[in-house]
C-alpha cells in the first residue's frame, strides 16, 4: 500500500460517488495509447480514451463504446485492472473503472473529442496528466490490480493511497 503520511480528509466510509466512469489503456509493443483530450473534464490533459457510464451500460460496455467514440478503434480482450475513487473538491466525486486491453481493430483517428498519442512505456508524460495518475499507472504497467482513493483539492492530489492486489468480479 502506498499511501500519504497524513489524515485523510474525509470518511471514506461514508464515501460514495456521484458520477461512474470509465479508463481504457491499450498497451502494445511496449507502448501506451493515450489521447490528448479536447473537451470536457480533463480537457488538454493527457489521459486514457473514457467517460462516463450511461444508464443501463455496464463500465466494461462503456469503456469499450467511449474508445470507439474517441479513437474509432475497438478494444480487444479487454479486462478491469483497477478502480479509482476521487473524492473532488470542484466537480462531484467520480469512481472510475480502469480497463486494460493489448489489441485492438481499426486505426486510432482523431475525433472532435480526442487526439490519439502512442508513448513508450519510459515516456509517459505524467506532468501533462492528472496528478492521481502516477500514483497507479505504474501498478497497471506491471500487471498489477489496483484500488485507488484520491482527494483532490483543485486539480491536485491532497490524500491519496492505493492498495495493491485487489480483486475483481469478471464482466461477462
Ligand atoms: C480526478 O482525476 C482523474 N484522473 C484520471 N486519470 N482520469 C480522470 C480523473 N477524473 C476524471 N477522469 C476521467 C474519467 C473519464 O474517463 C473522464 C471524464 O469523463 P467525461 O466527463 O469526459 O465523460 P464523457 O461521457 O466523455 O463526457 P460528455 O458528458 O462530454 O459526453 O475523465
Redesign the pocket.
Known amino acids: 500500500m502506498e499511501s500519504s503520511n497524513v489524515p485523510s480528509p474525509l470518511d471514506w466510509g461514508m464515501w460514495r460517488a456521484h458520477t461512474h466512469?470509465?479508463?481504457m489503456f491499450i498497451i502494445k509493443d511496449g507502448k501506451i495509447l493515450l489521447i490528448e483530450k479536447k473537451?470536457?473534464?480533463?480537457a488538454g490533459k493527457i489521459?486514457g480514451p473514457?467517460?462516463?457510464i450511461d444508464p443501463g451500460e455496464t463500465p466494461l460496455q462503456c469503456a469499450i463504446r467511449?474508445t470507439q467514440e474517441e479513437l474509432l478503434i475497438t478494444a480487444l480482450g479487454p479486462r478491469k485492472i483497477g478502480e479509482?475513487h476521487?473524492a473532488?473538491s470542484d466537480v462531484p466525486d467520480?469512481l472510475?473503472h480502469v480497463y486494460v486491453a493489448h489489441d485492438f481493430e481499426g486505426v486510432p483517428t482523431e475525433t472532435d473529442?480526442a487526439k490519439p498519442r502512442w508513448f513508450r512505456l519510459e515516456d509517459i508524460p505524467y506532468s501533462q496528466?492528472?496528478s492521481?495518475?502516477v500514483h497507479w499507472i505504474p501498478l497497471m504497467l506491471s500487471d498489477r490490480t489496483f484500488l485507488g482513493r484520491?482527494a483532490?483539492s483543485d486539480e491536485e492530489v491532497a490524500w491519496f493511497d492505493v492498495e495493491e492486489g485487489v480483486g475483481f468480479p469478471s464482466e461477462g
Open positions: 466512469a470509465t479508463l473537451r470536457g473534464l480533463g489521459n473514457g467517460g462516463k467511449e479509482l476521487f473532488m467520480i472510475c473529442e496528466m492528472w492521481d495518475d484520491f483532490f
